[in-house]
């Protein structure tokens, strides 16, 4: 009886087969592949997958070809297995791959094609119905006048949640309530370490160069070198590295890929980069392009993501359309998304990541998305420990920093312990937005709610 073909042996083969554009042949696919395997172990793979129906051929002998059956647009994925990000059958053959032992994973290094290859509005990562989907979402009414208009009309709400959202994919453990104390008041939160709470203030500080310089940033030398100098203050080894490119190796944990090494090369390609980025017309390509390829350069000693994620706002600020804050993005789907550019040059997993959250951020900040969207299914599984929680907040009389420490304390008492970070952050802002009009969601009594608001204040 033959060897069953299990589900993690077909996944590299799906990935490497939904990478290409068109159909492919069997040595493209070979050369596309992680690891190495078997000619005819890789034809009885791909017979299953054909036999599934997640594959279609064409052609006989040498001219046979393959690709994915019914291939669609990003926007077309499938739910997660568990919470995360619903992802695309590429993005899943990608996921299948970044989340194996470092061991099973082929070392790589810096492919100056991947970035060479790419010719600005010929070239898309985002297709075009994708890009018109994000445009309808993100369009406010602010299109037509200066740059950065509609940013500063947001600006107290995104200083908090970009701060927070960035950081906290960086594994900083600050909450939400924390990091409005700490950029509201400049109050640091006990028992965090001194990085993390400079990491915030950073933040705090590159966002607003994006604010009030709107008209002069851009993809140019200056805005990303400034952003990474503001981002990286006080957290480097030398002082000197910040805003200046590397001239020496780095390493990235938890990945087999090597970044470039020669201070040449990577002053060529990040010239290349910015040049590239620039020429790209539509917006919301710039911004993903930028995602996608500071990080797999690495042209900074540290902190490339992160200046990476905020120069992705560069053209929504400067066009006027809404933010990209990263609100409620796992930090799992946002490493291994990112693994996959760097070790296999795979942007599917990235680009769902991409969507779900200018979707999540459009749902904070564009009326746009609130007319068309569906009732949050996470807050309306916890529509009863949510009202316990703020309720309790409201009645104990907590202030930013009482609440902070009781939510984090009681969400574990309230939902499963994979679901306490999302909660808590639920809860925190709900409290954030709690005001004389809305308090009576939560069965609150107006005096409960006026003695509750002066000390939270």
Not at 133 to 159: F, I
Not at 260 to 285: N, W
Not at 350 to 371: F, G
Not at 393 to 421: N, W, Y
Request: some cysteine.
């Amino acid at each position: 009886m033959p060897k069953r073909v299990s589900q993690e042996e077909l996944n590299p083969v799906l990935a490497a087969v939904a990478g290409f554009e068109t159909a492919a042949s069997l040595d493209e696919i070979t050369r596309r592949l992680p690891a190495p395997i078997p000619r005819r172990t890789l034809q009885r793979r791909l017979v299953v997958l054909l036999e599934q129906g997640r594959l279609v051929a064409h052609g006989t002998g040498s001219g046979r070809r393959y690709r994915v059956a019914a291939q669609t647009e990003p926007l077309d994925r499938e739910p997660a297995a568990g919470p995360g990000i619903p992802l695309s059958t590429a993005a899943r053959g990608t996921c299948s791959i970044t989340t194996q032992p470092l061991i099973a994973r082929r070392p790589v290094g810096y492919d100056a094609a991947f970035v060479g290859d790419y010719s600005p509005n010929v070239s898309a990562y985002l297709p075009m119905g994708l890009r018109s989907k994000l445009l309808s979402m993100g369009r406010t009414s602010d299109e037509s006048l200066p740059a950065g208009t509609h940013l500063r009309k947001v600006m107290d709400r995104l200083l908090i949640d970009l701060s927070w959202n960035s950081s906290r994919l960086e594994g900083n453990t600050y909450s939400l309530l924390e990091t409005q104390r700490l950029l509201e008041l400049g109050e640091s939160a006990e028992g965090r370490k001194a990085e993390e709470t400079q990491m915030l203030l950073n933040h705090k500080a590159a966002i607003e160069l994006l604010a009030q310089q709107s008209e002069e940033v851009g993809f140019n030398r200056y805005t990303v070198c400034s952003l990474h100098a503001l981002l990286s203050d006080n957290l480097l080894p030398d002082p000197g590295a910040g805003g200046r490119l590397r001239s020496h190796a780095v390493a990235i944990g938890r990945s087999v890929f090597q970044p470039l090494e020669v201070p040449q090369l990577i002053e060529e390609r990040f010239e290349e980069i910015l040049t590239k980025a620039t020429a790209i017309g539509d917006p919301f390509e710039q911004a993903f392009f930028v995602m996608v390829h500071l990080p797999y350069l690495q042209p900074f000693e540290d902190v490339n993501k992160r200046v990476s994620r905020l120069a992705a706002n560069i053209p929504l600020v400067k066009h006027n359309l809404s933010p990209l804050s990263f609100v409620d993005v796992p930090q799992d789907d946002y490493l291994h998304a990112i693994l996959g550019v760097y070790e296999l040059n795979r942007v599917d997993y990235l680009r769902d990541v991409y969507v779900w959250a200018y979707e999540r951020s459009c749902a904070r900040y564009s009326a746009i998305l609130q007319s068309l969207g569906e009732p949050d299914p996470f807050r309306l599984r916890h529509r009863l420990p949510l009202m316990e929680m703020v309720g309790e907040v409201v009645r104990g009389g907590m202030d930013k920093k009482a609440a902070a420490t009781f939510i984090a304390r009681r969400s574990g008492e309230l939902v499963a312990t994979e679901e306490r970070a999302r909660f808590a952050a639920m809860a925190e802002s709900e409290l954030s937005s709690l005001h004389e009009g809305n308090f009576a969601r939560f069965r609150l009594r107006p005096s409960e709610f006026t003695a509750w608001k002066a000390k939270w204040k």
